[in-house]
């Protein structure tokens, strides 16, 4: 197994040493193999909003069960699923299942190609859209975290499809539109960036794109595969108010079993076949755990467990804030939050894009993350990612982490105890 991972971003590349392997994870807490216990905000870098093992969702999938593991015809609980996700997305007028983040926006971007007949793709330097070809150029996540320029395999031709803007600038949207008129399909984006850490859109972002897009011709995808129930039940649309054409979910979507999903307007999602002959397939999407679990995920949502999440996320930021302040170097750390998602950058600030991001001090990150770790704190080993505040982070968790951090600060950046 490369690296001896199956995702690279969980190989403690980027911050040296050796990953532990779970046996285990129970509410806020995962248990490696040789038992130690950390207070777990990966939470499988988004899905687990309960936590690990949620009982609703394990119900779920031991109901479903008995009844098979797969089929390869179609479901009740796609279409149960479904009318959730209509439900929560108005502007998924239809959709379709997929098993992972990275085949939904795939799929996504084929159909914009497929609609509009234009083959340019608008990305924002920093976002990460899953490694389908077409965005492994200047991405987030993992490609950022392991300083991958591209990707060799990706072919200069068709990365030459895909423009990148820059987060939070307009300006420079405007500029791709001018220099390529009427030749991009899509302007791609996650309407809260969660995969260069975490950016919030600036006030007017958003609606600037879906006005570009209106004007342009191009089509508005909205990639929220974290954001999705994440940020609220109808993800960063119905927090900012801006409708995309196009969505992509996964992550929550999934209760932490493979699920993805790409929709919008019922006029595009026409042309996917059968219906039409912009062609997406697979074995395994529609599959019945996994549409129980996210049927029961999705059931559970309920307006109070975003009010809990924000009180813990609230009470997190304040705490590792006033952690900085107490060491001294409140000057050195900034944390962008949105709701239950959050990142701590070692930098000055303000991060409002991946320039930003990038001023990061990558080795006061590694060294903060193996002391937090020692402390009994388990987050992404990668400076562009998000921390998770689930339900299941207690305001006991929450003050331990809190600890745990201030000691981290002291060993990133070489103050001892009270230095
Ligand atoms: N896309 C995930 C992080 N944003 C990948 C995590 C991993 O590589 O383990």
Same mark, same amino acid.
């Given at each position: 197994m490369p690296g001896g991972? +199956? +995702?690279?971003?969980? +190989?403690f590349a980027s911050v040296g040493g050796t990953p532990f392997f779970v046996k285990k994870g129970r509410g806020a807490t995962v248990i490696d193999a040789d038992g130690n216990r950390y207070v777990d905000f990966v939470m499988s870098y988004g899905p687990l909003v309960f936590g690990h093992a949620h009982g609703p969702i394990l119900s779920a999938v031991r109901r479903a069960l008995p009844r098979g593991t797969s089929y390869g015809a179609p479901t009740r609980g796609e279409v149960e699923l479904a009318e959730r996700v209509t439900k929560a997305f108005p502007s998924m007028e239809k959709v379709r299942f997929v098993s992972s983040g990275t085949e939904a926006t795939m799929s996504a971007v084929r159909l914009a190609r497929g609609a509009t007949g234009r083959d340019l793709v608008l990305k924002f330097a920093g976002c990460y859209h899953g490694h389908a070809d077409s965005f492994l150029v200047l991405a987030g996540s993992g490609v950022a975290t392991l300083g991958i320029p591209g990707s060799p395999g990706v072919p200069a031709s068709l990365a030459g499809l895909t423009l990148t803007a820059r987060y939070n600038d307009l300006a420079s949207v405007e500029a791709l539109f001018a220099a390529h008129p009427k030749r991009i399909a899509v302007i791609a984006v996650e309407p809260v960036a969660a995969n260069m850490g975490v950016v919030a859109p600036a006030p007017g972002f958003l609606e600037g794109l879906r006005a570009i897009a209106n004007r342009e011709g191009a089509l508005l995808l909205f990639d929220e595969v974290i954001t999705g129930f994440r940020v609220a039940k109808g993800g960063a649309q119905e927090l900012y108010g801006v409708r995309a054409d196009l969505t992509c979910l996964g992550k929550i979507l999934g209760g932490g079993l493979p699920v993805g999903a790409y929709g919008g307007r019922s006029d595009l999602m026409a042309r996917i076949a059968p219906d039409g002959p912009v062609y997406q397939a697979g074995?395994?999407?529609?599959n019945p755990l996994a549409m129980a679990a996210g049927k029961a995920m999705l059931d559970s949502l309920t307006p109070a467990v975003y009010a809990k999440l924000e009180k813990a996320a609230v009470e997190l930021e304040r705490g590792m804030n006033a952690a900085a302040r107490k060491v001294g170097v409140e000057d050195r750390v900034v944390i962008n939050r949105v709701g239950s998602i959050l990142t701590p950058f070692f930098t000055a600030g303000p991060v409002l894009n991946f320039d930003d991001a990038k001023t990061s001090d990558l080795e006061a990150f590694r060294k903060w993350f193996h002391a937090l770790l020692a402390g009994g704190v388990f987050v992404a080993p990668a400076q562009f990612e998000a921390m998770f505040v689930s339900t299941a982070h207690t305001p006991r968790d929450i003050a331990a982490t809190v600890k745990a951090h201030e000691t981290a600060l002291r060993a990133a950046f070489g103050l001892t105890a009270g230095g």
């Amino acid at each position: 197994m490369p690296g001896g991972v +199956s +995702s690279p971003v969980r +190989s403690f590349a980027s911050v040296g040493g050796t990953p532990f392997f779970v046996k285990k994870g129970r509410g806020a807490t995962v248990i490696d193999a040789d038992g130690n216990r950390y207070v777990d905000f990966v939470m499988s870098y988004g899905p687990l909003v309960f936590g690990h093992a949620h009982g609703p969702i394990l119900s779920a999938v031991r109901r479903a069960l008995p009844r098979g593991t797969s089929y390869g015809a179609p479901t009740r609980g796609e279409v149960e699923l479904a009318e959730r996700v209509t439900k929560a997305f108005p502007s998924m007028e239809k959709v379709r299942f997929v098993s992972s983040g990275t085949e939904a926006t795939m799929s996504a971007v084929r159909l914009a190609r497929g609609a509009t007949g234009r083959d340019l793709v608008l990305k924002f330097a920093g976002c990460y859209h899953g490694h389908a070809d077409s965005f492994l150029v200047l991405a987030g996540s993992g490609v950022a975290t392991l300083g991958i320029p591209g990707s060799p395999g990706v072919p200069a031709s068709l990365a030459g499809l895909t423009l990148t803007a820059r987060y939070n600038d307009l300006a420079s949207v405007e500029a791709l539109f001018a220099a390529h008129p009427k030749r991009i399909a899509v302007i791609a984006v996650e309407p809260v960036a969660a995969n260069m850490g975490v950016v919030a859109p600036a006030p007017g972002f958003l609606e600037g794109l879906r006005a570009i897009a209106n004007r342009e011709g191009a089509l508005l995808l909205f990639d929220e595969v974290i954001t999705g129930f994440r940020v609220a039940k109808g993800g960063a649309q119905e927090l900012y108010g801006v409708r995309a054409d196009l969505t992509c979910l996964g992550k929550i979507l999934g209760g932490g079993l493979p699920v993805g999903a790409y929709g919008g307007r019922s006029d595009l999602m026409a042309r996917i076949a059968p219906d039409g002959p912009v062609y997406q397939a697979g074995t395994l999407s529609g599959n019945p755990l996994a549409m129980a679990a996210g049927k029961a995920m999705l059931d559970s949502l309920t307006p109070a467990v975003y009010a809990k999440l924000e009180k813990a996320a609230v009470e997190l930021e304040r705490g590792m804030n006033a952690a900085a302040r107490k060491v001294g170097v409140e000057d050195r750390v900034v944390i962008n939050r949105v709701g239950s998602i959050l990142t701590p950058f070692f930098t000055a600030g303000p991060v409002l894009n991946f320039d930003d991001a990038k001023t990061s001090d990558l080795e006061a990150f590694r060294k903060w993350f193996h002391a937090l770790l020692a402390g009994g704190v388990f987050v992404a080993p990668a400076q562009f990612e998000a921390m998770f505040v689930s339900t299941a982070h207690t305001p006991r968790d929450i003050a331990a982490t809190v600890k745990a951090h201030e000691t981290a600060l002291r060993a990133a950046f070489g103050l001892t105890a009270g230095g």
